[in-house]
């Protein structure tokens, strides 16, 4: 069998990226939080829906969806107005948990977004104000987290696991998936992205994979990285293959190499996935002869992070 070279051959890449792309394009939004934020009419109440189901897309799919619609009663139809409005102890909370946050972690993370949303206008405001026009937006984001950590009113020896998780540091070299998820459904416009920051300093050639373990993995296999674990350098190794391929929205393939690992499509065990029905599979370094035959239905798995 012909050894595959360590770096991708770019335009074969391309060619069943693209395949990917159309198979999974428009696709099973009820497999994603982003399904959260499409509810709303509103442009702030999308944006920060997106904010709070970003932040909370970690775990299983029926997990993150059950704890996102209790926020979300918690908040009522029109979510921004109500942390605008600066509300504090938020009743229906009492008894949240989802995974390791729980009230105690939200409702300061909460108040920060409520007193960004009273001060910059949008969370796209503060995001930009802290923008220094570098080649992705990792200290943008940076800077974003730290001027929202102020804002909970919590000093740092008092913030419990779930607020640091809540308000991570993505200079720091982790993937931070949750926070380029958020950018990407942000920033990007197409059948699921929501394309609500236009102009100005947002450009989707900007954004880096939101890269979890399923991503990871997958990009290894495809031979986007080598590198062993899903971090910082991973996720910009990863998105600088993508950009040979369309260097003004890399990110693009997101949704469909997701898809793969959220609906169990491809898992550890290739002899468990379904290679037969997989658009990338002769440019996969595991792809199984022996993986589970084709089939046409497909059934809700583990997701993200
Ligand atoms: S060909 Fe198989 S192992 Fe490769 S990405 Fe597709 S499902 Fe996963």
């Known amino acids: 069998m012909k050894r595959r070279s360590r770096v991708p051959d770019v335009p074969e890449l391309a060619a069943h990226l693209r395949n990917l792309e159309e198979a999974w394009r428009g696709r099973r939004l009820d497999s994603d939080p982003l399904l959260f934020p499409h509810r709303y009419e509103r442009q702030d109440d999308r944006e920060v829906a997106a904010f709070l189901a970003s932040s909370l897309a970690f775990g299983r799919v029926a997990s993150i969806n059950a704890s996102l619609e209790k926020l979300f009663r918690t908040l009522g139809p029109q979510p921004a107005s109500a942390l605008r409005g600066g509300g504090d102890s938020w009743p229906g909370l009492e008894g949240f948990v989802h995974r390791w946050v729980d009230a105690g972690s939200l409702r300061p993370f909460l108040r920060a977004v409520g007193e960004t949303l009273r001060t910059e206008g949008s969370l796209g405001g503060l995001l930009a104000d802290g923008d220094d026009g570098s080649a992705d937006y990792v200290a943008a984001l940076d800077r974003f987290f730290s001027v929202l950590r102020e804002r909970t009113g919590v000093p740092p020896a008092g913030r419990t696991r779930g607020l640091q998780f809540l308000l991570p540091s993505p200079a720091g070299g982790g993937a931070c998936k949750r926070a380029h998820l958020f950018l990407r459904w942000m920033i990007r416009n197409d059948d699921v992205d929501l394309g609500l920051w236009k102009g100005g300093v947002f450009s989707p050639a900007r954004l880096l994979l939101p890269m979890d373990t399923h991503v990871h993995r997958i990009s290894r296999y495809l031979g986007l990285t080598a590198r062993p674990t899903a971090d910082l350098r991973a996720a910009r190794e990863a998105t600088g293959w993508l950009s040979k391929i369309d260097p003004s929205d890399p990110v693009r393939f997101d949704w469909s190499l997701s898809r793969l690992g959220i609906l169990a499509e491809c898992v550890r065990d290739p002899r468990r996935s379904r290679c ?8 996969c370094r595991a792809a199984s002869p022996r993986g589970r035959p084709p089939v046409r239905s497909h ?7």
């Open 276 to 283: 037969g029905d997989c658009a990338v599979r002769p440019v």
């Open 299 to 305: 059934a809700s798995g583990a997701s993200p992070e």
